[in-house]
């Protein structure tokens, strides 16, 4: 499978999808604006707040073609993040007190920097999260080292598994993603990850294989936990469900798939202005393998940065502009604040 | 009226039965809000009897809702389908042991 870039498809161009999401269906359905939601629950314009989460994704580069991806990554997406431009991350992390990097990608282990870029943040004294894809462990004998130097620089380790059964992993990642999960799982439990009282987080991020929501995170994590034990001998932390976005590959799916009405019709409907409250772009700021700043990583995918009242790129890092930016939206929106929201560490409400 | 007695569409419109009567609706539906809460039996439980009763009753409406429910709690095709297969097998089983009360009015008026 090829990424849409490759393929050349229309939803390679953002606008195209933005004027999807914007416009009214075949069936003359037009979706209340997000902005007008928010304004209704008294939470326009939606401001940041203290930034907590520097979120820097290191590269569209990855080893899986999974049908839902945001990112429309994949091994033909060449745009990953060069030395210089981790230095001007490093340089705007120094200048504050943000406790949290969370590495992402594509397979951010594929970037040949990835390495010394971690050690770098951890000199500075912060929090790493890498949102590791699990496969990329087993992919290559290069990788075998990773849950070891995972532990050295005590990383934590949030991976996405779908489902515990093969055929719907598979579905949504790829086939053989399920058993190499397993696999990776396995040695990253090996090295004390996922165990009690090794202080080494390993969480799962779950995510619907269709056109449905997430069901209740806590009860979803019990059955993950249950079924991940019995059936392969593997642990983990916490489960994170994460509401997947109409945007990208997703949103293709929606269309072809003839589930895109009624999917935006549950999100708009199961609007929930708690979860709207939390939403992670209020205490995150994304940086894009460019060096460009977004609100959040589907931001990012859509190509809408920061405000204008704000730095652009990361050379010009500004904390205290940042945290007056306003957050920009769109109908994509509707996919963080559904029920118990969603966010990268999963429900909000 | 419909061309047809079932409209995908109108599974929406369920609160509107209110409509006709308010105080009922509200009453069923509180009941209802409560019924599918965590119990003693988790959510998830309940969703799978859900699934199996809609089955029973061979309602569209509901069959679609908890299918998409059961997913959204985590489900697994193979549960969906036991959780039916009780059903199936509940069915069949009222109807055969049914068959004992044939059997003995057989027996009563069968020389």
């Known amino acids: ?349 | 009226m419909e061309k047809t007695y079932y409209n995908p569409e109108d599974l929406k419109k369920f609160s509107n039965i209110s409509e006709f009567s308010p105080k009922l609706a509200e009453k069923f539906f509180s009941y209802y809000g409560e019924v599918f809460a965590e119990g003693e039996l988790t959510a998830r439980e309940k969703s799978l009897i859900a699934l199996a009763v809609a089955h029973t009753v061979q309602c569209p409406y509901c069959i679609d809702a908890y299918t998409v429910d059961t997913l959204e709690k985590g489900c697994t095709e193979g549960q969906m389908m036991e959780a039916i297969h009780v059903a199936a097998a509940i069915r069949g089983g009222s109807s055969l042991v049914h068959g004992v009360q044939m059997m003995n009015k057989v027996k009563d008026i069968v020389m």
């Open chain 1, 1 to 349: 499978m090829q990424s849409l870039k490759k393929k050349k498809h229309f939803f390679a161009d953002t606008l195209i999808q933005l004027e999807v999401l914007n416009q009214a269906t075949q069936t003359d359905n037009q979706f209340p604006a997000f902005t007008q939601k928010l304004r209704e629950a008294h939470l326009f314009p939606l401001k940041s707040r203290q930034l907590e989460v520097f979120q820097v994704n290191i590269g569209k580069m990855c080893n899986q073609v999974c049908r839902h991806c945001h990112v429309d990554a994949g091994p033909d997406r060449k745009e990953i993040m060069t030395r210089e431009t981790m230095q001007y991350c490093l340089d705007a992390l120094a200048q504050t007190t943000i406790r949290t990097v969370d590495l992402t990608g594509g397979a951010p282990e594929m970037n040949p920097d990835f390495r010394w870029f971690v050690t770098e943040i951890r000199k500075l004294g912060r929090e790493v999260i890498v949102r590791c894809n699990l496969t990329i462990i087993v992919a290559n004998k290069k990788y075998y080292d990773l849950p070891e130097f995972f532990k050295e620089h005590q990383i934590h380790v949030i991976s996405s598994l779908p489902y515990f059964s093969a055929a719907r992993t598979d579905a949504q990642r790829g086939n053989g993603v399920f058993e190499d999960s397993i696999k990776a799982l396995k040695m990253l439990n090996a090295v004390g990850y996922g165990k009690p009282e090794t202080g080494l987080t390993l969480d799962l991020v779950y995510n619907p294989s269709g056109a449905f929501l997430p069901g209740n995170q806590l009860a979803l994590e019990a059955e993950f936990k249950k079924k991940l034990k019995t059936g392969f001998e593997v642990e983990f932390n916490q489960l994170f469900a994460i509401t997947n976005l109409p945007i990208s590959r997703f949103l293709d799916y929606l269309i072809e798939s003839k589930n895109y009405e009624g999917y935006m019709e549950k999100l708009v409907t199961a609007f929930n202005p708690a979860a709207a409250t939390n939403v992670m772009c209020r205490n995150t700021i994304s940086i894009s393998w460019d060096g460009y700043l977004y609100d959040c990583d589907f931001n990012q995918m859509l190509n809408l940065k920061v405000a204008k009242t704000a730095p652009q790129h990361i050379r010009e890092f500004n904390e205290s502009l940042l945290k007056e930016r306003s957050i920009i939206l769109n109908q994509h929106c509707y996919g963080c604040t559904a029920g118990a929201g969603s966010s990268c560490g999963g429900a909000t409400a």
